[in-house]
């Protein structure tokens, strides 16, 4: 069997041909794989590059943070802290961000879902980076319920009120 090296070699070129060819998901299937095989920050760039061709913008600023923050020590490693601190800073400006406010809980803790995964309430009236696109916001309490969709441009900043009403 193939040594770990090699297979993970075998698999970054498929991952950058993918890249090459703009097939985004593919290439981030690709490189997923070399990275379960192998940690490498160069993984993680193409990964997170590919979730911005995408439009996972939050995803790719999770891993372009950790590039800069795992990469700062040595110097070939600084390279790959420079890159990612660079792509970073071009992509901040693009991700929307999303405050949700709430009223009508009445001192309840309420259930929140955002695209059916859950909010946490701690996060009320705190400004959140989000994907550009289509979303849906849902807030319970017992048998009250608010919804509201919205459709977010790159770099939008809005607020989404949800009102929970009397059943």
């Known amino acids: 069997s193939m040594h770990p090296e090699a297979l993970q070699e075998a698999v970054v070129e498929r991952g950058a041909d993918a890249f090459e060819q703009s097939k985004w998901s593919e290439s981030l299937d ?3 794989r070399a990275e379960s095989i192998i940690h490498s ?3 993680e760039l193409y ?15 999770e891993l372009f943070l950790k590039v ?3 990469n700062k020590d040595s110097e070939t490693a600084s390279k790959f ?6 792509d970073l800073s071009a992509l901040e400006p693009r991700i929307p961000q999303i405050t949700v406010q709430l009223d009508g809980a009445e001192g309840k ?4 879902t955002v695209d059916g995964r859950p909010f946490r309430s701690v996060l009320l009236g705190v400004p959140q980076p ?7 916001f849902v807030a319970r309490v017992g048998d ?5 969709e919205i459709q977010l441009a790159e770099g939008a900043e809005q607020t989404v009120g949800l009102e929970l009403a009397g059943a």
């Open 109 to 112: 803790e309420p259930e929140i």
């Open 30 to 32: 690709y490189f997923r």
């Open 68 to 70: 800069r923050r795992e």
């Open 81 to 86: 802290a420079e890159s990612a601190a660079s």
């Open 130 to 136: 989000i994907d550009p696109g289509k979303h849906t």
């Open 47 to 61: 990964m997170a590059r590919a979730h911005v061709q995408l439009g996972q913008f939050v995803q790719a600023r």
């Open 41 to 43: 920050p160069v993984h």
């Open 144 to 148: 009250k319920e608010a919804r509201s």
